[in-house]
């Protein structure tokens, strides 16, 4: 080979990398780019650092040495960086100061566009306790009405996982 392979050819169309992207693309990020001042020497695009933290915790990766390794190692994470390759303390820092308010909501977000495209199907974790029904059950058109009133619940658990996620780092 007299060219290195370009990382964009190497990651599948389907890659839950390029899902990330994607909704990273898509959602309003005004609050959180409000946070940067301006001014003073140039520091990584609070998108790119927002698309790296959600994919790795997408990966249940949460320690931000760990995230920094793999900005090093991960074709992935080279992909979704631009090649930039903040350190552990920057990475804590955007984590800990710039989303400590809005890494929740962002995360329920990603869960529900998750499952508003089909790659995820939120009836699969969600059972009244007392009956299981079949797959096959002429009325599991209940179960569509049931997960939209359990969004409040993945909102919970989103909030429950970032409290674990703290306590770790």
Same mark, same amino acid.
């Given at each position: ?19 990330? +992207? ?10 959180? %780019? ?26 249940? %990766? ?72 079949? +797959? ?18 993945? %909102? ?14």
């Amino acid at each position: 080979m007299l060219l290195p392979p370009s990382l964009e050819e190497m990651i599948p169309t389907g890659h839950m990398v390029r899902i990330v +992207n994607e909704f990273i693309e898509t959602i309003d990020l005004s609050v959180l %780019i409000a946070t940067y001042k301006g001014g003073g020497t140039s520091s990584y695009h609070p998108k790119m650092l927002l698309k790296v933290l959600v994919y790795a915790y997408t990966k249940k %990766i949460y320690s931000s040495r760990k995230i920094a390794a793999a900005l090093r190692e991960n074709i992935h994470f080279m992909w979704l960086s631009g090649g930039n390759r903040p350190d552990f303390r920057t990475i804590n820092r955007f984590r800990g100061e710039r989303l400590a308010e809005t890494i929740q909501e962002v995360f329920a977000k990603l869960v529900l566009y998750l499952a508003s495209r089909g790659y995820i199907d939120l009836s699969h974790y969600f059972t009244d306790g007392t009956k299981i029904e079949a +797959n096959a059950n002429k009325y599991s058109f209940v179960w569509k009405k049931s997960t939209t009133r359990y969004q409040q619940g993945v %909102i919970e658990k989103v909030k429950d996982l970032f409290k674990e996620i703290d306590q770790l780092n």
